[in-house]
């Protein structure tokens, strides 16, 4: 027995050995940041905003590949198909570590916990529910009023079955009792218009997807999807005001491989951290309508993976939402 166990042991010595050697002189080639989304996306500019400066930090080129497919399936298949050295790395949001896991039947092909190590979480943002501008109603609070005054009346449109858009109303409905008829959409670039055109009454969206229809007097923006007021949009109450407990930010986060070593992990949240100095990054990211983390470590990563994980599957269970 005693003989079985040391050669389990040093089995596992022979393949830490490279990644520990290895992980003294990281970085010293190309680090590859996979994104599971199509280019020009939120997540995509925030990992091609910080990338740019974690390079400069880091010494080495991060270099952005777009993966889509399979909901991230397809760009989280090839991230854990590579050694966790480090030089392989995967933007992920509360859809990869959440929601697909809650709500997918069939399950999808990875732990979200155990197949990977968090790095940083980068980014948090609220989106924001606006009504179209014939909606009478000037106020979260109205909206909430007039929804219980015309049940199934009201229609909402969504980026997707699943989507954080679509979870922020059937949270809202469920906390208060409210019956609004859910229009899913392919992305914002759908609905957003489908809202302005009076296609449908409500939608949730970013600040950015919206503000230029505000500023035309064709939506009018009620309430972020956060716990607290975002700081890019003061003057917007959070949703927490009607409905106390509901808070579904925008995220993106920063993961390697399971088994990375924390040398790297330091080095990269370092780099990270760094980067989120610059006026560039900064700029970048409220263009977009972002805001940096405020703790941006692995372990406010892991922390949030797990609420999240709790707090969507939760939902997910109550609403009965089946994703394809």
């Given at each position: 027995?005693?003989?079985?166990?040391?050669?389990?042991?040093?089995?596992?010595?022979?393949?830490?050995?490279?990644?520990?050697a290895d992980a003294q002189t990281y970085p010293n080639r190309t680090?590859?940041?996979?994104?599971?989304?199509?280019?020009?996306g939120q997540p995509d500019i925030v990992a091609r905003v910080v990338s740019k400066q974690m390079s400069v930090a880091l010494?080495?080129?991060?270099?952005i590949e777009n993966v889509t497919g399979g909901s991230g399936i397809t760009a989280i298949t090839q991230l854990l198909a590579q050694r966790p050295d480090?030089?392989?790395?995967?933007?992920?949001?509360?859809?990869?570590?959440?929601?697909?896991?809650?709500?997918?039947?069939?399950?999808?092909?990875?732990?979200?916990?155990?197949?990977?190590?968090?790095?940083?979480?980068?980014?948090?943002?609220?989106?924001?529910?606006?009504?179209?501008e014939a909606v009478p109603a000037k106020t979260i609070g109205e909206l909430v009023s007039l929804v219980k005054q015309k049940p199934g009346v009201?229609?909402?449109?969504?980026?997707?079955?699943?989507?954080?858009?679509?979870?922020?109303?059937?949270?809202?409905?469920?906390?208060?009792?409210?019956?609004?008829?859910?229009?899913p959409y392919r992305g914002t670039g759908q609905s957003v218009p489908a809202?302005?055109?009076?296609?449908?009454?409500?939608?949730v969206a970013s600040l950015s997807g919206l503000s230029q229809f505000e500023k035309a007097g064709k939506v009018r923006i009620l309430a972020a999807n956060t716990s607290e007021r975002s700081s890019l949009a003061p003057e917007i109450p959070a949703i927490t005001e009607v409905a106390p407990g509901l808070d579904f930010p925008g995220q993106v986060g920063f993961?390697?491989?399971?088994?990375?070593?924390?040398?790297?992990?330091?080095?990269?949240?370092?780099?990270?951290?760094?980067?989120?100095?610059?006026?560039?990054?900064?700029?970048?990211?409220?263009?977009?309508?972002?805001?940096?983390a405020p703790i941006r470590n692995a372990a406010a990563l892991a922390k949030r993976i797990q609420d999240d994980r709790q707090r969507y599957s939760s939902l997910i269970k109550a609403t009965g939402i089946k994703l394809e």
């Open positions: 027995m005693f003989k079985t166990i040391y050669r389990l042991c040093f089995s596992g010595l022979l393949v830490l050995a490279p990644l520990i680090i590859r940041m996979l994104v599971p989304y199509a280019a020009g010494g080495q080129p991060v270099v480090g030089y392989t790395l995967i933007a992920l949001d509360a859809g990869h570590w959440a929601i697909n896991p809650a709500g997918r039947a069939a399950g999808v092909p990875y732990d979200p916990v155990k197949s990977f190590t968090p790095v940083s979480l980068v980014t948090t943002s609220s989106l924001f529910i606006a009504v179209n009201l229609n909402y449109g969504s980026s997707g079955v699943g989507s954080v858009h679509h979870l922020t109303i059937e949270a809202l409905k469920q906390a208060l009792g409210l019956d609004i008829v859910h229009v809202a302005v055109a009076g296609q449908v009454q409500l939608v993961l390697g491989a399971a088994g990375m070593p924390q040398e790297v992990v330091d080095k990269l949240g370092a780099a990270i951290e760094e980067a989120m100095k610059s006026p560039e990054v900064l700029a970048g990211l409220k263009a977009t309508g972002v805001e940096p």
